[in-house]
């Protein structure tokens, strides 16, 4: 039984068990691979989508759950633009190895989006779910605040 | 071999040019047995193995594993320097696997001596030994030496390739080649005609390659400046490509179950996995199983479901028997003994004895992206796609995996989610390579969960210290210093070479033994437990233990002597090593160590020089409302040449915070053989609310380049132990800290 999803935009039907979880759907089944496997059990926040304009941990939604449309980080700015956080996180020279970062940006966007100048303890309360073993943070905090004086 | 691979080989060998030039150690730069492994399509040219001109403009090669250092920026920045590109036209390419290459700074590392104290000479003699790497193929990013390696050889191939592209130039125009200049990716005639380098191309490469005179620091351009890191925009956006990302046509996805005792199978029953949906096939690795599958999710809960028997660890089954038998070690003769000035058998008339025993525990390197290596076997030839520090190993174990000469063997590097020493290893392209081999024809992504990423891991090896001194007189007047671990070093060495590496293990008592203090009476024996548990190389290897138990018997000497423990370091380095006496001047200033601290603050300081770097870092903790917190660190270095000052930022802020979660959580432990640790949530890091703020500040007064991937990470844990010691008044003489100081934040 195919399952519609909607990911940046475009509908997929898909052949697949509803109970696969939705990083495994996009990554193996659409190539979208800027969504990362970390732990698989929502420890290290690498896998983070948008579903419905909100952050999720996408190792931990089945497909069959998806009730919303799906945004991951390819889909984050426009065709041609960069999202604010993207050009914060380039101008902050961010990224060490960069596989945390799709998931931190996406993790950022959603706090951008409640809390448009947010204070350090609220970055800190969002952020603490997305691992970085590089220890990129205190250039995410700096690229958070930059980036949310521009939005 | 191309016309301009010919050419680049033996005018190299005129090697003799760039010591003319002034640069001394031109003459083996690339040498005879390395071929360019580079194949220009018609109208192209390969400029010697790095720079390969096409008609659309230049491609750098930058041979080194990325793992997030920015390893391949400076080495780029390094050939544009002298090639002339305009650095947003930059475009770089990781290459294939070969001999050409090789790294020469690695094996001068295994030179004999401190480091710190090495003269020009040695200097010379390392970059001259260096050579040997190149016999045994010695493409590795390790030990915080691509600088090191890449200092003059690539400036020379940037400069070598601009006097080329002159030369061609100077043939059409007819005009003498020295009325010429370069300048963002063109040849400018004195009229100010300008010709891009790609319209050049074809007639370069037919041009004799030599290496003119490089550039002084003081017209550098690009190195110097914290520049635009060329793997940025990609990270930022999702478009970057790691192994995991890698997607050949007709792709399967496949999952790796192997012994968490480490050691062979002895039955399996495939069924429970074939019944699953998605699961198309299970493959026997020998001392390991795959379960192939059309989606890597289906893979993994095959992998999940076989039932295995396993055989039993060939390790003693738990932490405490582990520990145990490194500390017999103690009890053997030592390995090695690479330091012994004056008596330290005896205790000096007068002074006062000071003894304390140390204990760090096994580590996993737990990079971000898990293990994983694709292959496809078509034919005669197999691909391995993966992300290695080692990419010529990996050709081996290809062709060792599939009777193929090597040279039907390709390697293609991706970027590295993370390595730290793991991605060094050979295990993922060996079993990717097993199990292509038998699925001809189908392209297969092997993915170790994170589970198997844990427990199949070459731990840091676990290690004790008994460390004795005494002082007198306000100076350490002795320092006995000995520590029983593993060796990372031999283990490795035959896991690459198959052959067993004797001697002392210098890495096992790297920054004891040349840690750079002048202490009269001064001994350190390294004691080496035979014992098959895996260990490999750790971000820092042996300094990653040693600076802890070094520099926190500083801080018990200095408290013995009654001497501020800056001051106390401070006073047995400056005539030993002004480089590093200079760093500490620097980050106490940085610190603002001489400051009042607020009541329910605690500072400490460390020093380490490693890798070829001096850091110094303080660590200033604060209590309040019943939890410890990490409020501020200071950090100092000096790796000489500031090539890009941003990347050396982010690579000591990284490498204090990789060694600051390890100090606060991180261990693997053992229990019926296997490790405990199988996830981020029992092997947890640092995150954002208990990350401290950060100040840098880089001093470049050494003369030689020095590694910046490492050396961060040393003092960490041991200046953070030294700020609970001044807040607390209790000794941290264990990591993790965690149980003996529950209330830290
Ligand atoms: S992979 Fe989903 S949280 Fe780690
Ligand atoms: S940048 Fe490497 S894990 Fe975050």
Redesign the interface.
Known sequence: MALTLVVNGRAHALD??PE??L??VL???L???????????A??G?CTVHIGGQAVRSCQVALGDVAAEVT???G??GASS?HPL?EA??AH??????????GQ?MQAADLLARSPAPTDDE???A???????????????AAIHAAAAKV | MSRAGRIARRSFLVGSVAIAGGAAFGAWFIGREAPNPLRPGAGEAALGPFVLVTREGVTLITPRAEMGQGTQTTLAALIAEELDLAWQEVRIDHGPAARAYYNAALLAEGLPGKGYDRSDAMHALGEWLGQAGKVFDLQVTGGSTAMRDAYVKYRLAGAAAREALKAAAARRLGVDAATLSTEAGRVIAPDGTAIPYGELAEAAAAERLRAPDLRPASEWRLLGRALPRLDMPAKSTGRAVFSLDVRPEGLKFAAIRANPMRAGIVSFDPAPALALPGVERVVDLGDAVAVVASNTWFALQGAEALAVEWEGAPYPPDTGSILARIEAAFESDPNSTLRDDGDAAALPAGATEVAADYAVPYLAHAAMEPLNATALLQGDRLTIWTGTQGPMFAKKVGAAETGLAPENVDVVTTLMGGAFGRRGEVDFPRYAARLAAAMPGTPVQLVWSRSEDMRQDFYRPAALARMRGAVADGRAVLLDAQVATQSAAQQGMKRWTGLAMGGPDKGAVDALFNAPYRIANHRVRGYLADLAVPVGFWRSVGASHNAFFQECFMDELAAAAGRDPLDFRLAHMEDEFPVGAAVLRAVRELSGWDAPKAPGTGRGVAFCYSFGTSVAMVVEVREAGGRIRLDRVAIACDAGPALDPGIIEAQMVGGAIYGLSAALDEAITFAGGAAEQENFPDYDALRMSGTPAFAVRILSAQPHVGGVGEPGTPPAAPALANALFDLSGQRARRLPLRPDFPTLA
């Open positions: 697949l068990p696969m979880p990083l495994w990554r193996d089944a190539g979208l691979t800027g969504t990362k496997y970390g732990c698989g059990v420890a290290c690498a991951t980080i390819e984050l700015g960069l993207q996180w380039i020279q961010v990224a060490q190895c960069g596989y945390c970062q799709s940006i970055i800190d309360a952020m603490d779910g997305n691992l970085c073993r590089c220890g990129t943070y205190p250039r995410i905090r």
